[in-house]
């Protein structure tokens, strides 16, 4: 199972950034051209045009999210801050809505509210990141992320979270999208 999580890795069709292919071709360090622009042609785009669109991302949940996407299957690269970041991100507008609906952590469950939205958050993450959702049944995910709380409870309680948190990665990915396409806008105009 292991391999085919790796192998599975930002396949999520869902959180597909539409600048993905341009953001990761050609992300390695380079040697810096300094002949571009000579006769007449235009300056290359280069790697630091492409990490300056990721940088200029003016919502750090989105930020986060785009930089675990675009050098998530680096393995030098430690991305656990950024994943840390979107959860907490996903947990507190969690607990803002359970606020909302006067929700409280079920009662036949050993998890606070805010440890079951940081365990929830955590799931739909990572089965998001890695695609996972038709690879395990409900009680599968649940026994998966460590989340103690009955399949059928959390189907017709805590599924609506679940859902509402997923549309909020996927928010993320819009708001990453329209800044990296705005900045490769400015790019093409100065080209």
């Given at each position: 199972m292991?391999?085919?999580?790796?192998?599975?890795?930002?396949?999520?069709?869902?959180?597909?950034?539409?600048?993905?292919?341009?953001?990761?071709?050609?992300?390695?360090?380079?040697?810096?051209?300094?002949?571009?622009?000579?006769?007449g042609?235009?300056?290359?785009?280069?790697?630091?045009?492409?990490?300056?669109?990721?940088?200029?991302?003016?919502?750090?949940?989105a930020?986060?999210?785009?930089?675990?996407?675009?050098?998530?299957?680096?393995?030098?690269?430690?991305?656990?801050?950024?994943?840390?970041?979107?959860?907490?991100?996903?947990?507190?507008?969690?607990?803002?809505?359970?606020?909302?609906?006067?929700r409280?952590?079920?009662?036949?469950?050993?998890?606070?509210?805010?440890?079951?939205?940081?365990?929830?958050?955590?799931?739909?993450?990572?089965?998001?990141?890695?695609?996972?959702?038709?690879?395990?049944?409900?009680?599968?995910?649940?026994?998966?992320?460590?989340?103690?709380?009955?399949s059928?409870?959390?189907?017709n309680?805590?599924?609506?979270?679940?859902k509402?948190?997923?549309?909020?990665l996927?928010?993320?990915?819009?708001?990453?999208?329209?800044c990296?396409?705005?900045?490769?806008?400015?790019?093409?105009?100065?080209?």
């Amino acid at each position: 199972m292991i391999s085919v999580i790796k192998t599975r890795f930002g396949e999520s069709p869902s959180l597909e950034l539409t600048n993905g292919e341009w953001l990761k071709n050609g992300m390695g360090a380079k040697t810096a051209n300094l002949n571009g622009g000579h006769g007449g042609l235009s300056a290359e785009v280069s790697w630091e045009d492409k990490e300056a669109s990721v940088a200029m991302i003016d919502d750090k949940p989105a930020k986060s999210l785009t930089s675990i996407l675009v050098w998530g299957e680096d393995p030098n690269w430690d991305w656990s801050r950024h994943f840390h970041e979107v959860v907490y991100y996903l947990a507190a507008n969690m607990m803002r809505r359970c606020k909302e609906d006067g929700r409280k952590a079920p009662q036949a469950c050993t998890h606070s509210l805010t440890e079951l939205a940081w365990l929830m958050a955590r799931m739909v993450l990572h089965f998001e990141l890695y695609d996972l959702w038709d690879t395990y049944t409900v009680k599968g995910r649940l026994r998966f992320s460590g989340i103690a709380v009955n399949s059928n409870t959390y189907t017709n309680v805590w599924l609506t979270y679940q859902k509402q948190m997923t549309h909020d990665l996927f928010s993320m990915v819009s708001k990453a999208d329209y800044c990296v396409s705005s900045y490769r806008r400015q790019l093409d105009d100065m080209q």
